[in-house]
């Protein structure tokens, strides 16, 4: 059974850090794409950013250039969402999310191609 475990929520002040986490049951190169997405209360979910397994190549919404880096962790078998510059607009769920499906890259950001799904970890930032 798959299973993906997000960790390293929180609360922190606008401009501040953090780190999340998603530690994957099977090994992350079974996956073609993972990603993060994000859902704040009475919003639609969104996409925040992806990797492309094989390649290496991410992906980012417009709202997190430039402040969020995705990566993964071989040794830990995890992948990780380092957020600088938190806003008070990006307090959200945030979910960890995986797919073994073969897609274009302009439908890297959307959660319809994706199979299997966190049980998210919360983020708020305050101002």
């Known amino acids: 059974q798959v299973q993906l475990v997000e960790s390293g929520g929180g609360s922190v002040q606008a401009g501040g850090s953090l780190r999340l986490s998603c530690a994957a049951s099977y090994y992350i190169s079974v996956y073609e794409y993972m990603a993060w997405f994000r859902q704040a209360p009475g919003k639609e979910r969104e996409g925040v950013a992806a990797?492309?397994?094989?390649?290496?190549?991410?992906y980012y919404a417009d709202s997190v250039k430039g402040r969020f880096t995705i990566s993964r962790d071989n040794a830990k078998n995890t992948l990780v969402l380092q957020m600088n510059s938190l806003k008070p607009e990006d307090t959200a769920m945030y979910y960890c999310?995986?797919?073994?499906?073969?897609?274009?890259?302009?439908?890297?950001?959307?959660?319809?191609?994706?199979?299997?799904w966190g049980q998210g970890t919360q983020v708020t930032v305050s101002s």
């Open positions: 990797l492309s397994i094989g390649d290496g190549s991410t």
């Open positions: 999310a995986a797919s073994k499906l073969t897609f274009g890259a302009s439908w890297t950001l959307e959660p319809r191609w994706y199979n299997y």
